[in-house]
């Protein structure tokens, strides 16, 4: 069974609809997936239309991907098996929200003094249903304004520390994994090698993360290299964390694709390993 716990759309910085997302998941072969946009649950109701109307199966996870602050570093903590209907939950990723935009703004003006106007307008755009993220800002500068490339644009304009760079409130990993268990899921560390920090803080990190009561951490994702891997699997079992795989979807590309070497350790116990929806299933390597 091909399993991928980690993917967006639209309604965050993805660049699929949900239904396109779900299409794209049958193409791939994927048999379940989580959508897990960044601070919102918005997409899953169309995620689960979408698939009422499909004859082939395909199980949907309910997921979101929050947003926290650990010293200096944007932490990211994916939700599982989320109540998308929690008033609770729902009220706080508003919150959430809210955050978000009065962020952009203020990216937005940083931008403006570096000569990019109308910037907020063009990202708003291409948005679209979704929230404003430094992904659409780069993607609005790499279309309309002449920068070379994402990568680009986060190293001179968007990135830590940068011209353009805006520090954002957010709530803490506790705090998160507060959120997540009140709504009835699964807190999941999100890709604990991409965070630009030594061996040693991803050891701080990972022990910090268990203690305020996470549940998992992704050990299975693109752009892991074998050292690193072998780091975070001994991590998850030091720790007794669950292992998650999950491919971090945005759009289709030779890099980063729904379903794509997400195989875990065996020495792991999967999150799902007591999912109802997966009894007697195996994930593919």
């Known amino acids: 069974m091909k399993i991928d716990l980690h993917s967006h759309t639209k309604f965050s910085d993805g660049h699929l609809t949900p239904e396109e997302l779900i299409l794209r998941a049958h193409t791939m072969q994927v048999d379940a997936l989580a959508v897990t946009d960044h601070d919102t649950v918005a997409g899953l109701e169309e995620a689960h239309a979408t698939q009422s109307k499909q004859k082939r199966a395909l199980t949907i996870i309910d997921g979101v991907e929050i947003s926290t602050t650990w010293h200096s570093f944007d932490i990211h903590i994916v939700g599982l ?42 990202a708003k755009a ?10 659409h800002f780069a993607r609005v500068l790499v279309n309309n304004y002449g920068v070379p490339s994402m990568d680009a644009a986060f190293k001179k304009y ?43 803080w991803l050891r701080r990190l990972v022990a910090l993360f268990e ?63 007591n999912w109802k929806q997966f009894e007697g299933l195996t994930a593919e390597s």
């Open 126 to 135: 291409l948005a679209g249903v979704g929230q404003v993220t430094r992904a």
């Open 211 to 273: 203690q305020a009561g996470g549940d998992a951490i992704e050990t299975a994702f693109p752009g892991i290299n074998k050292t690193k891997q072998e780091l975070i699997n001994e991590l998850a079992q030091t720790h007794q964390l669950l292992a998650s795989a999950g491919s971090d979807f945005h759009f289709p590309s030779r890099w980063t694709e729904l379903g794509k070497n997400l195989g875990i350790s065996s020495k792991l116990t999967p999150v799902w390993h």
């Open 158 to 200: 968007l990135g830590k520390g940068k011209r353009a760079a805006v520090k954002a409130e957010w709530p803490s990993i506790e705090t998160a994994i507060e959120w997540i268990h009140d709504a009835g899921g699964q807190a999941v560390l999100a890709h604990p090698a991409h965070y630009d920090m030594t061996a040693k």
């Open 81 to 122: 098996n989320v109540d998308r209907h929690c008033p609770t939950f729902l009220e706080r990723l508003q919150g959430q929200s809210q955050t978000r935009e009065a962020r952009a703004e203020k990216i937005a003006d940083k931008l403006e003094k570096c000569g990019f106007e109308g910037v907020l307008t063009r």
